[in-house]
């Protein structure tokens, strides 16, 4: 415990802890409004059910993941971390303010995108925010860090959904007050990135494959040759799919 907050009072790991905490709550709170304003019908261009839209969202935010994770990687041990971390957060507040104009407009279509580029977003930023942790914490600080990491992404999503929901229940079909949530928590997410320590370049060397099918086969062959490695990553795997199906 006294580990957990000396690291959460220390210059090295609390903007970065902030930086993924407001990333993964304005996801949420952002899903979840999309989500809601679908079920309410608040918006136009609902030809489609509202399950299959619901679903459809669910798959566009997952999507990225999928296709960008393995690039992702080599990009974050090819450039120094703080920077692209910040340049995220910038990408965070204008695809944000595409989000906003979708809620303002009633447009399902920029909207839907929006939360595509919110999925691409976190894609990219996922790599970055693990390769980090070793670099900015004592191996002793490791497990506390990691901890620190997870209690916080888990607790950003449970308050992004309440706040989501809140807004938008408490809005009464006001779609301007969820488009400043959103905005104002992107833009609290890049005020804490910007105190982000500088990291070194790990490998500079490498060369981007930018066909995203080709790495994603290529590490999940790499990670195979590793049971114990690709035994976590199907644990950790299964834990997201049962938690993604239930909500």
């Not at 993924?20 to 979840?32: E, I, P, R, S």
């Not at 619901?54 to 990687?73: D, E, K, Q, R, V």
């Not at 308050?159 to 408490?170: D, E, F, H, T």
Request: some cysteine.
């Amino acid at each position: 415990m006294k580990n957990s907050e000396h690291l959460l009072a220390t210059r090295r790991f609390l903007p970065m802890f902030l930086t993924q905490f407001f990333g993964a709550l304005n996801d949420n709170v952002y899903k979840q409004a999309l989500l809601l304003v679908i079920t309410y019908g608040w918006i136009q261009q609902q030809a489609a059910e509202i399950s299959t839209l619901n679903n459809l969202a669910a798959l566009l935010f997952i999507l990225p993941y999928f296709i960008f994770s393995a690039t992702a990687g080599q990009l974050a041990d090819k450039y120094e971390r703080s920077q692209l971390v910040r340049l995220l957060k910038i990408a965070e507040i204008l695809i944000m303010l595409i989000g906003a104009a979708g809620f303002l407009l009633g447009n399902l279509w920029l909207l839907l995108l929006a939360l595509f580029l919110m999925g691409t977003h976190s894609t990219f930023f996922g790599p970055i925010k693990y390769a980090i942790l070793p670099e900015i914490l004592k191996p002793d600080e490791l497990m506390s860090g990691n901890a620190l990491f997870q209690s916080g992404t888990s607790m950003a999503i449970l308050i992004g959904m309440i706040l989501g929901g809140a807004v938008i229940s408490a809005s009464q079909g006001n779609l301007l007050w969820i488009s400043i949530a959103v905005l104002v928590i992107a833009c609290l997410g890049y005020l804490s990135s910007r105190c982000i320590l500088k990291q070194e370049v790990t490998s500079p060397q490498i060369q981007i494959d930018w066909n995203f099918f080709r790495t994603s086969l290529q590490t999940l062959k790499y990670a195979k040759s590793l049971p114990v490695i690709f035994l976590i990553l199907l644990g950790n795997s299964w834990y997201w799919f049962y938690g993604a199906t239930y909500l």
